[in-house]
Every structure is written in C-alpha cells, then in structure tokens.
C-alpha cells in the first residue's frame, strides 16, 4: 500500500514538474501529502537551466527612482555623475613624541639597566691617567660615580639605590633635558702645553671642544605656520586638500572619462590637480570610501546654451575616493586643469574645520589619527 501511494505520487511530481522528472525524495513527497493545507509545487532541480528559472519567475518591476533618458526612453547607465577622488597623504617622517607615562617609564627602565648591568671598566676603554681617564674622572664625580650619562643624579651602588622610579611629569624624563645633559657631558676640555708669550716659559693652556647639536623636532614651516609645506608637523600624517572653484575645500577629484578604471583616473586628475613634479603612488584598485554630493548648477553660456546637458539629468555626483602616498616632489597649482584656487597640507584635526560638515562626515573614517 505505502508503495503504491509513492509511486502515485512520484508520477503527480513528475507531471508537475517542468523538466519531467521528479525533483524531490520520497520522504519529502510523503511530508508533503500529508499537509492539507499546502499544494504541492515541486522546485526546479539544481541542474536546471538559468534560462527556465528566469522564465518561470516573475519579472520584478521597475524601480520608479530609475531615471530614463527624455530622448529615447531607456534607463540611464547611471542616476549619478562618478568621479575618481584622491587621499594623497604624506606619511610621519619621525617618531611621535612620548607621552608623560612613556617617559617616565623609559627613565626608569635606564635606572634599572644601571643597577643590573656589571660596574663600568673604566681601564679598559681609558689608559690610566691620559686625558681622556682624567675626563672621564671629572665628570664621573659630577654624577656621583654612574656611568649613565643621561638619568640624572643617581648611584646605582649606594644605600639610595633602591629609589630609582619617577613621577609621571618630572623634569628628569623630558628629552630635552637628557639631550643637555648628554651634551654637556659630551664637551671634551683638553690641557696642552704651550710657549708661554713675553719669555714666560711653557704655559698650560686649557682648550674646550664643542659639539654639534642636534636639530629639534620643529621646522621653520612649523614656525611660520606654512600650511602649504610638506616640511611641517613631520611626526603626523598630512593629507592634501584643494580649493575648488565654487570655494569649498575637498580632496581633488575629477569625472571618469570613458571606460577608464578608478586607478586610472586617479592617476589623471593627479596630475592635472598638482603637475607632474610628485613622485607618487597610487595604493591599489579598489576605493576606501565614497561620497554623494548634489548635482552641481548646471554652466550656462551668456547666449544661454547649458554646457553639460547630460549633467543635468543626474541626481548627484558619486565620488569614490583612491588612497594615494606622497614620496618626493611638491604640489604645483600654477599648472593645474581642474580650476583650483588653492591648496594646503592638513592633519586630520585641522581638515576637520576646513571642510563641509557633510563632507567630514563621510570622509572621516578613511584618515588616520597619526
């Protein structure tokens, strides 16, 4: 009997069925008639053709936000204007400055090098009593015997050894303070005999040898407040924006022209925004974020004729940013194509009060904090 209840029902599944043949198991045909409420539609196999599928589906409507063409009543390629943006940035060219934590933790750690390591050896870099052991003495005294240079008033041998940690914020940890403190132990003062003047004899004449200081982490573009150098705030990451012709700030960007790939016409509109004097470096094929911006007012002639009809059809202009690095060279407005006003190399905190609240809003996440 349950044999012949599959077999009838085998043949119901295959006659429904559009390939004619069965696509489910006796069990699932058994599930199913037994359910009074459902009526039994087999699906398509998995081997069944695209083509029968899309045949059998309903055809969805069309979205009434799809713009048609006003000429020849066809869907437009696209609703918005695309166009290729670039994130060129120039990436931190020193370290960044310690925090009053990380100073004061990297002072300590020298004070505990001093207690653990081997007492200094003085006769092994400096023959006794030669002017560099006689140095060496003078000012090993003025550091209460420690070998270190750079970790303040401190005897890793005395009763006082124990005490070898900072505030956070004391004035030992600064950098500042251990450079002059390395410097000034770095002044070499050498004796020499000379022929005393008048027939007075040899004289012994006492001669100072400076050294060169180092430069400081501020340049004279940080001083100047020159925003259009890349000479400035080197321990960050700065990235170019541009003044458009409408006069709002904004990465450089440009349409697509033709088929041309985001990388390629990031290429383009680099070199038509700055010339040709950056060695730069366009990261990868794929953008790291978009912007949708309204359609610009389309540009009429004096005679009254629109320059860019097509333009006027479109909802909005849809940017997509590429990620791009700066290696050498300089940004050159003067030989611009795109009608820009100006330029300025930005931190990610001072972009922010450059550009459109929009704008930041879509761009923010794609910067760095460095």
């Not at 045909?29 to 899309?54: G, M, N, V, Y």
Request: net charge positive; proline share 7%.
């Amino acid at each position: 009997m349950k044999r012949r209840l599959i077999q009838a029902l085998s043949h119901e599944a295959k006659a429904q069925s559009p390939l004619g043949r069965p696509s489910i198991c006796s069990t699932c045909l058994l599930a199913l008639r037994h359910r009074p409420s459902t009526q039994f539609q087999p699906p398509l196999s998995r081997h069944a053709s695209t083509s029968t599928a899309a045949a059998l589906s309903p055809t969805p409507p069309a979205s009434p936000s799809t713009p048609l063409d006003p000429k020849t009543g066809l869907a437009l390629s696209s609703p918005y204007t695309l166009k290729a943006g670039i994130v060129l940035s120039r990436p931190p060219q020193i370290t960044r400055d310690l925090t009053p934590f990380e100073k004061a933790f990297y002072f300590y750690q020298r004070r505990l090098n001093e207690r653990l390591a081997l007492p200094f050896t003085r006769y092994f870099y400096f023959e006794k009593n030669t002017p560099a052991d006689l140095d060496w003495k003078r000012k090993s005294r003025l550091r209460m015997g420690t070998a270190a240079r750079d970790i303040g008033m401190y005897s890793a041998y005395s009763e006082e050894a124990w005490n070898d940690e900072l505030l956070v914020g004391a004035r030992e940890s600064e950098p500042e303070v251990q450079n002059e403190a390395l410097l000034r132990d770095a002044v070499l003062e050498v004796e020499a005999e000379m022929e005393g003047t008048g027939g007075k004899g040899r004289e012994v004449v006492r001669k100072v040898v400076d050294v060169e200081r180092p430069e400081t982490r501020e340049t004279e573009a940080d001083r100047e407040g020159d925003v259009g150098s890349l000479n400035r705030m080197l321990q960050r990451t700065l990235y170019l924006v541009v003044k458009g012709r409408e006069g709002g700030w904004g990465f450089p960007e440009g349409r697509l022209e033709g088929r041309e790939s985001l990388h390629r016409a990031a290429e383009r509109v680099l070199v038509q925004s700055g010339g040709i004097n950056m060695n730069t470096w366009i990261v990868g094929n794929a953008p790291v974020g978009y912007y949708v911006g309204k359609a610009p007012a389309p540009e009429v002639r004096p005679e009254g004729e629109v320059v860019d009809e097509a333009n006027t059809e479109k909802l909005g202009e849809k940017t997509f940013f590429m990620k791009a690095r700066i290696m050498a060279g300089q940004f050159d407005l003067s030989a611009n194509k795109l009608g820009l006003r100006g330029y300025k190399w930005l931190a990610k905190e001072e972009l922010e009060k450059e550009v459109d609240p929009v704008y930041w809003k879509a761009i923010r996440n794609m910067l760095v904090d460095l």
